[in-house]
């Protein structure tokens, strides 16, 4: 019957749309590298742990400042935002401070955040000795966690660099098949989340 063909192709097109969108959401992080590297607007960097070189010190006669944003991928029901919107540290000090994440869904969720720096050139001097980028997050249904974020930016940064941006976009991640999503979870990561001030080392 005509009806119970138009309802097959119906079904058709909408297992197609599905499959597309699940593809197009492995797509986004590198989709989002690829913009930036064209465009050339944000730097990527490191995806390893930096270490602090020994005897390194800190530029006490500079002062750069440190913007911290946070975006979020249309399909991630999750609120993300730095600790501080901003803070000004010496060349060569070591800096602590932390992004705060919630799942506001009712389901267990991994979430996958990918760092940029801008302006571009001065990503290279930005170096991350612990980040939560380095790993993927799984947050359980309406918890909440502190995510720490360690860094320094390398005394020989171009004295041309006044301010840095570092951003972070927080992409959906398919958990992990026959685990649990927040096995890896510790207890000091489901804390509820309280501001505080930047720790420096």
Known sequence: MPSNSSNKKLTIKLLLATAMMFGFGF???????????????????????AIQ???????????????FMAHVSPDMPWEFKPEVVS?????????????????????????????????????????????????????????????????????DVPDSIHTLTLSYTLYKFPPQSGESSTASLSGSEKQTLTPQTKVRL
């Open 53 to 67: 070189p020994t005897g390194m010190q800190a530029d006490i006669s500079r002062t750069i400042r440190v913007e």
């Open 87 to 155: 803070m000004d540290v010496h060349p060569g000090e070591v800096i602590q401070t932390e992004y705060l994440a919630f799942n506001q869904s009712g389901e267990d969720l991994v979430g996958q955040a990918v760092p940029s720096v801008s302006p571009g050139t001065g990503a290279a001097y930005f170096n991350k000795i612990e980040c939560f980028c380095f790993n993927q997050q799984p947050l359980e249904g309406k918890q909440q966690a502190s995510m720490p974020l360690i860094f320094y930016i390398e005394p």
């Open 27 to 49: 797509a986004l992080v590198p989709l989002y590298d690829i913009m930036c590297d064209a465009l050339g607007i944000n730097g990527k960097t490191s995806e390893v742990a």
